[in-house]
């Protein structure tokens, strides 16, 4: 039902997942991250509670080590499609037998791809390539022509709803959690969001937030309103 990417940048010790299907909200209950752990996606009869747990277990154990605990005691797991990756960039997946073909996975070092439910093997397969051969762009872009890609090879078989872009720097927050829930085009609607996302109003919003090196954050009169004019004349 859905088709995914997970992975973890090594030049800038990122996380993040990419993520669409022909369901409600996918970023509700799909992608999780954590910052200096790791990401981690549950698909096709998800789990949440595999990314909850998996997210602790990965502050323990190696992406491989925590794959084999969620699963071991799993009634469902057959059912289940579930992939991550840990602060090494070591990655590991699971697609259970009863997964809806097309159903499968490919696992690299940094980074991994999965989907169910797919038109074909040929999503996954772009995503992977999309992925790979865009080094000159950011992480965070990586993922979303990763997404791209694996749309216009096929996708969802039963159609379009919702996509996801979530991201962990170094914050216990999200360097960026962008969610299209219900859309006819939700690929397309993403790239649109994290276009935006891009603006010198948001940016500068961004970097006056409280974070680890400056719990206060940066705030002034100033920064209010040059905030407020950017965004009146965007």
């Not at 990417?5 to 800038?12: G, H, P, S």
């Not at 981690?40 to 949440?48: D, E, F, K, V």
């Not at 950011?138 to 990763?146: G, I, N, P, S, Y």
């Amino acid at each position: 039902m859905t088709f995914s990417i997970v992975a973890w940048d090594e030049a800038t010790r990122m996380t993040g997942i990419a993520v669409s299907t022909k369901n409600l909200a996918v970023g509700a209950l799909v992608p999780f991250a954590k910052a200096g752990v790791g990401a981690i996606a549950t698909q096709g009869l998800t789990n949440p509670l595999f990314g909850v747990q998996g997210l602790t277990l990965l502050s323990q154990h190696d992406a491989k080590t925590t794959l084999k605990i969620l699963l071991q005691d799993d009634a469902g797991r057959d059912h289940r499609q579930l992939h991550l990756v840990d602060q090494m960039g070591s990655t590991a997946a699971w697609t259970g037998k009863e997964c809806v073909d097309w159903a499968g996975h490919q696992t690299f070092p940094y980074f991994s791809v999965a989907g169910n439910m797919l038109v074909n093997g040929k999503t996954i397969e772009a995503m992977a390539e999309a992925y790979q051969s865009h080094h000159q762009e950011t992480f965070v872009k990586r993922l979303l022509l990763a997404l791209q890609a694996g749309q216009i090879a096929g996708g969802d078989k039963r159609g379009r709803q919702s996509a996801a872009l979530y991201v962990m720097s170094t914050e216990a927050y999200a360097h960026l959690d962008l969610r299209v829930d219900d859309h006819v085009e939700p690929v397309t609607e993403l790239s649109r969001l994290y276009e935006e996302s891009q603006q010198e109003y948001y940016a500068s919003f961004r970097r006056s937030l409280p974070n680890n090196l400056n719990p206060a954050g940066i705030f002034s009169r100033e920064l209010v309103d040059s905030l407020i004019s950017k965004q009146s004349l965007s």
